[in-house]
């Protein structure tokens, strides 16, 4: 499995090979999409580190990445969303092994309680927005209702993920591998912090039922 330095390593050289061609908006979409059904490396990444070269050298143009960043990722979210009401999601193999289960039986319960919230929120966590959409699907949450928040949560997680690269670039523009580097990882940080604060809620909310329920 390839660590968080091999990852960020094969961002960099994809960023830069594309930087100046016709075909890095193509790329950059047909990343954000597949990503969003099967995250071999979480597309963020991507966007980091094409808004951290637009801070320090002046390309690609911003909002190109930050408006394809976030069709690819809305994109991705309804193949997800698709996929889950046509298969037994528990049975596919990206959620083979205990921690993948557990995070379908987090997302089937966070939907029913939180729903609206939940799916922005999970937007940000690379593997969690795939088990939740999916999730999503296969409970049959409302379709429009979906469309209509995964629009929003792709767009707010693009200018996100552009504001990080932004960051980066700027406080590191006379170095700007450095500076691409720093926002790639930096994403990854973050989505993890998401991640554990979302987890860390969602099992007090848990037990706080539970009390209410054995009280009552």
Do not use: C
Not at 12 to 18: H, M, N, P, S, T
Not at 73 to 98: E, H, N, P, W
Not at 121 to 142: D, E, H, S
């Amino acid at each position: 499995m390839p660590t968080v330095g091999e990852g960020t390593s094969g961002v960099q050289e994809w960023a830069l090979a594309l930087v100046g061609s016709p075909w890095v908006f193509a790329a950059l979409y047909a990343f954000a999409t597949v990503d969003g059904f099967f995250p071999p490396i979480p597309s963020e990444t991507v966007v980091i580190a094409l808004a951290s070269l637009w801070a320090s050298r002046g390309s690609p143009p911003l909002l190109p990445v930050i408006l394809v960043a976030a069709l690819g990722a809305f994109t991705g979210d309804q193949i997800a969303y698709t996929i889950g009401t046509r298969v037994k999601v528990r049975s596919l193999r990206i959620f083979a092994g205990s921690k993948a289960q557990q995070a379908l039986d987090w997302a089937e319960r966070s939907l029913a309680t939180r729903g609206a919230s939940f799916i922005i929120a999970a937007r940000y966590i690379p593997v969690g927005r795939v088990a939740v959409n999916m999730t999503a699907g296969a409970l049959r949450y409302r379709r429009r209702r979906f469309v209509g928040i995964t629009a929003l949560a792709a767009v707010t997680w693009a200018t996100y993920s552009s504001v990080i690269g932004i960051a980066s670039g700027v406080v590191l523009k006379d170095h700007p591998m450095i500076g691409l580097v720093v926002g790639v990882v930096g994403g990854l940080v973050i989505g993890a912090l998401v991640d554990w604060v979302l987890s860390a809620w969602t099992r007090r909310s848990g037990g706080s039922r539970s009390r209410s329920g054995a009280a009552g």
